[in-house]
């Protein structure tokens, strides 16, 4: 069994930052890609920020800049920061990963952390 673990959420004033972590466990053979999303109240999820095995990474527009992925491969865990945090950033955040297990492959995702952006 695979489990996605994100924490490091919570409130924040504005222009601040955050850390985001996930951290992937069990059974698991390879992970390949992972990322983060976020929705927000009334919005669709949505995909920001993705990095491979091999470190390439992709961002979305709206945290292009502001947001930055990163992973430790050792520890199947995936990083998020962010900064210049602005109350629009306010949402739900999930990770995802793209994982083999001894026996299977498919996408995982963790079960959300609440980023909120206030002052």
């Known amino acids: 069994q695979v489990q996605l673990v994100e924490s490091g959420g919570g409130l924040v004033q504005p222009g601040g930052s955050l850390r985001l972590s996930c951290a992937a466990s069990?059974?698991?053979?390879?992970?390949?890609?992972m990322g983060w999303y976020r929705q927000a109240p009334g919005k669709q999820r949505e995909k920001l920020a993705v990095i491979t095995n091999g470190k390439s990474t992709d961002y979305a527009d709206s945290v292009k800049g502001r947001f930055t992925i990163s992973r430790d491969n050792a520890k199947n865990t995936v990083y998020l920061q962010m900064s210049g945090l602005k109350a629009e950033d306010t949402a739900v955040y999930y990770c995802?990963?793209?994982?083999?297990?001894?026996?299977?492959?498919?996408?995982?995702w963790g079960q959300g952390t609440q980023v909120t952006v206030s002052s």
């Open positions: 995802n990963a793209r994982l083999s297990t001894y026996n299977s492959m498919g996408v995982y």
């Open positions: 069990g059974s698991i053979f390879m992970v390949y890609d």
